[in-house]
Nanobody
Framework: QVQLVESGGGLVQAGGSLRLSCAAS????????MGWFRQAPGKEREFVAA????????TYADSVKGRFTISRDNNNNRVYLQMNSLKPEDTAVYYC?????????????????WGQGTQITVSS
C-alpha cells in the first residue's frame, strides 16, 4: 500500500519561504515520477511541479517558475518543494502525488497516489 504524507505547511507572510516535504512509503520509489499540485478554495486542482525518477528532469507551472524548486531524496523516499518569494495567490492546499512512470506528466489524472494535503496560507 502506497502512502504519501506531506508536512511543512503553515502561515507565512508574502515574500517569505516555506519548504514542503513528502514522505513516501513506496517500495520502488525510483519507479515513480513525483509531483506537487495545489488547490485553492473554489478553484480546480492545478499542477505546480514534477520531478523525474532520477531527479534529473524537473518541470514547473509558469506561475511558480523561478520561485519554487522541487527535489527528491531517493535514499530516504522523500520529495521536497522549496517555495520562495511566496505570494497571496499561492495560498492553497498542496498535495504530493506519485505517478508510476518514467515520463513526467503535468496531468493530475496520470498520478495514481495522493497525499492528504497540507495547507499553505500566504498573508499580504
Amino acid at each position: 500500500q502506497v502512502q504519501l504524507v506531506e508536512s511543512g505547511g503553515g502561515l507565512v507572510q508574502a515574500g517569505g519561504s516555506l519548504r514542503l516535504s513528502c514522505a513516501a512509503s513506496i517500495r520502488t520509489f525510483t519507479s515513480y515520477v513525483m509531483g506537487w499540485f495545489r488547490q485553492a478554495p473554489g478553484k480546480e486542482r492545478e499542477f505546480v511541479a514534477a520531478i523525474s525518477w532520477s531527479g534529473g528532469t524537473t518541470t514547473y507551472a509558469d506561475s511558480v517558475k523561478g520561485r519554487f524548486t522541487i527535489s527528491r531524496d531517493n535514499n530516504n523516499n522523500r520529495v521536497y518543494l522549496q517555495m520562495n518569494s511566496l505570494k497571496p495567490e499561492d495560498t492553497a492546499v498542496y498535495y504530493c502525488a506519485a505517478d508510476y512512470s518514467r515520463g513526467i506528466t503535468i496531468r493530475d489524472l496520470e498520478y495514481e497516489y495522493w497525499g492528504q494535503g497540507t495547507q499553505i496560507t500566504v498573508s499580504s
